[in-house]
């Protein structure tokens, strides 16, 4: 499909977003409210996004929301005390009110993303940002390449970009270069893209996606990540409003 009917479609469905012709999902990021500029706000929601992949993201956030209540799972948030925790003690509180699913690899990623940031940043997510000088290219670069192995889950094409725009929503979080923060290629948005006619079916892979709406939009007044919450929620929508 040419490029300009796509941009019109896309105009099309902005608008139909912004006037509320698209219901939206009340927010479903349960948090307990902590400072926008603290390190635990920060903890709460990078830790929660490394496990919110192929799941249910709203039960995902309910179930961090609980077990960051509960006094004797809260500690899981904090890198250095997870890592002086033994495996079966963490296990069991992540499993405890559902924040992993996964007994073994949820386990695994939760320990090895709290060790990094214990010996890299500090025990802080916002060292990460200043090492990357509040550059959203340069944070992608230390998650995604630099740091690959150390982020698991979170250097994905997905979550590297999810925890980021999570960030900036729901933290005092600054970054320079957003317009080049990807789209999020999630379920509903690979489900819209293809709907959309910008790839095909066999090409509806996450790097794909992602490549594709940055080609899509170079040029244009819109971000990738623009589009996320109109998209994720057009398509829980079922498509509807039709804006062919």
Known sequence: MQKQ???????RLMKSYQNGEIPLLHTHEVNPSLDKSS?????????????????????TWESALKTWNDKDTQFVFFPEKVVITNTEDLRQALLKHKLALQPNKHIEIWGKISKTFNSDFNNDPRELFKRGEHNTDLVL???????????????????SNYFI??????????????????????THIMQATEHL??????????????????ELLKGS??????FHPVLWNWSRNHFVPNID
């Open 221 to 226: 007044t819109w971000a990738p990540v623009d």
């Open 165 to 186: 725009y999570i960030l900036l929503y729901y933290s005092d979080l600054k970054l320079k270069n957003t317009i080049n923060l990807s789209i999020i290629p999630d």
């Open 5 to 11: 009917v796509i941009l019109e479609k896309l105009s």
């Open 197 to 214: 006619g910008i790839l095909e079916n066999r090409d509806i892979k996450p790097e794909k996606v992602e490549e594709a709406w940055k």
């Open 141 to 159: 670069e230390i998650v995604r390449k630099e740091m690959k192995s150390k982020f698991p889950y979170l250097s994905g094409p997905k979550l």
């Open 39 to 59: 390190r635990e706000n920060y903890l709460y929601f990078t830790m929660t996004c490394s496990l919110n992949f192929q799941r249910n993201s709203p039960k």
